[in-house]
Nanobody, 126 residues
Framework: QVQLVESGGGLVQAGGSLGLSCTAS????????MGWFRQAPGKEREFVAT????????YYSDSVKGRFTISRDNAQNTGYLQMDSLKPEDTAVYYC???????????????????WGQGTQVTVSS
């Protein structure tokens, strides 16, 4: 079956950096657009960033643009989210998702995604 497994979360001070990974199995990774979402306590899951199957085209939410970098390595079935200049408001559970490449890019709504990981906690202290 399809599995997406996130790793790399943790606790960091404001201004610091963290890198997240999302490793996929059970699907042909290069056939899927990958996205990162996050959910803070009491809030809806919100879009963070997405990257097309081609490893080239990306799209970011305004709140993370210029601070976060999404990438992927199709040969390794893994996607990445590099988070720099972290702020306390970035604190959330971060989820990776996958949606088939036939979907119009960028897929910004969580309902569009076919598969999700279990999430990884990111906590930014002030």
């Amino acid at each position: 079956q399809v599995q997406l497994v996130e790793s790399g979360g943790g606790l960091v001070q404001a201004g610091g950096s963290l890198g997240l990974s999302c490793t996929a199995s059970g699907l042909t990774f290069s056939n899927y657009i990958m996205g990162w979402f996050r959910q803070a306590p009491g809030k809806e899951r919100e879009f963070v960033a997405t990257i097309n199957w081609s490893e080239i085209t990306t799209y970011y939410s305004d709140s993370v643009k210029g601070r976060f970098t999404i990438s992927r390595d199709n040969a390794q079935n893994t996607g990445y989210l590099q988070m720099d200049s972290l702020k306390p408001e970035d604190t959330a559970v971060y989820y990776c998702g996958a949606v088939h490449r036939s979907t119009a890019f960028p897929p910004l709504n969580r309902e569009q995604y076919d598969y999700w990981g279990q999430g990884t906690q990111v906590t930014v202290s002030s």
